[in-house]
């Protein structure tokens, strides 16, 4: 009976490690192995949910739709090879996931005839919601909510190395904010709520983080349009604050390196406004604790979108727009219709 259960809630999205500990508690493993499971649960947790926000907040390293849909259902794309561009659980992951991200960046403030510096800011919202299903009756279901919050700042010196290539390094620091809501519809697991309450679930505590970066960008025209090549390479490690449980007290990092395409062509002004179609390819390898979250050490997204400039809607808007992305080979793979603000044209 108590392998049924716990196969049962093995199927649950975020607790399949925690699963064992609990089966382990209910077969009369001693309290210190149970203990040290369930720390170990609670520290991979942490470490991944801040590190998946820190990249699910990252416009430059992914994007989620506003509206998502699945690419096999519009273009058969299973003669290219053996890709994955969405089936019904990264779609089903897309649709539990609600991100948005307001950016502000400063105007570059010239230094010498090479360097330059600016100042910019960005505020996220992250919210996951899903289900865990009952240990003995399946038609159980204890509603799961993870809500996080990003604050980023960062200073950048940029350098002109010549005509066409262009350094730019970062110094950015990240605060986050994260929450976690279970209400239990499910007896048997409630039983185990003095286990897993204000540690792993129903609880809430922050992170700071430290992102140094660096950037390397080459330029140029192709009849007339501006192509760019762009190479970002990102390490972010942090410590938890404000936690709830010691089992919290993690030191989470995260790397990301990715390789972008962008073509932008321009189009005639519109109500005396620049505006451009764009296109762009992308690669992203990850590294550090995101890896078993996003399900992958790499993953590529196509995109194309049309952006217009908008400085009198707002001094901080500078630009808005909409696009379409295809994300391939991750735990979100799919496509997805997106927001575009403040993107540099």
Not at 10 to 26: D, I, Q, V, W
Not at 127 to 140: K, M, N, Q, V
Not at 141 to 148: F, G, I, K
Not at 177 to 186: H, R, T
Request: charged residues 20%; negative net charge; proline residues 3%.
């Amino acid at each position: 009976m108590l392998k049924n259960r716990c196969n049962h809630f093995f199927r649950a999205r975020y607790l399949p490690s925690l699963t064992m500990a609990l089966c382990l508690a209910g077969v009369g493993t001693k309290v210190h192995a149970v203990d040290t499971d369930l720390r170990h649960v609670i520290e991979a947790k942490v470490k991944g949910d801040i590190t998946s926000t820190i990249v699910l907040t990252d416009a430059n390293l992914i994007s989620l739709g506003i509206v998502d849909f699945n690419p096999n259902s519009l273009v058969d794309l299973s003669e290219i090879g053996d890709i994955n561009v969405g089936d019904e659980e990264t779609l089903r992951r897309r649709s539990q996931l609600k991100s948005y991200t307001v950016p502000w960046e400063s105007d570059d403030v010239q230094l010498t005839p090479q360097w330059t510096r600016s100042v910019g800011v960005r505020f996220s919202y992250v919210s996951a919601t899903d289900s865990i299903e009952g240990i003995d009756d399946r038609t159980l279901q204890s509603p799961l909510e993870d809500t996080s919050y990003l604050l980023a700042g960062e200073y950048r010196w940029k350098y002109k190395i010549n005509q066409n290539w262009n350094l730019a390094l970062g110094l950015g620091g990240q605060f986050l904010w994260l929450e976690n809501s279970l209400k239990y519809q499910d007896p048997l697991l409630e039983s185990f709520s003095s286990l897993i309450d204000n540690a792993f679930v129903n609880t809430s505590y922050g992170a700071l983080m430290f992102d140094p970066n660096a950037e390397l960008t080459y330029a140029s025209q192709w009849y007339g349009h501006k192509w760019e090549f762009i190479s970002s390479l990102r390490y972010a490690v942090g410590r938890t604050v404000f936690t709830d449980d010691g089992a919290q007290a993690v030191s989470p990092q995260v790397g990301r390196f990715s390789n972008a395409f962008v073509f932008h062509y321009q189009l005639p002004n519109a109500w005396d406004n620049r505006n451009e179609l764009r296109m762009l390819i992308k690669r992203v390898d990850l590294t550090g604790d995101v890896v078993d979250p996003m399900g992958t050490r790499d993953y590529y997204e196509l995109g194309a979108g049309w952006i217009i400039e908008t400085p009198s809607l707002s001094s901080w808007l500078d630009n808005i727009g909409v696009g379409i992305t295809l994300n391939i080979n991750s735990g979100l793979s799919g496509g997805g219709i997106v927001l575009l603000l403040n993107e540099e044209l």
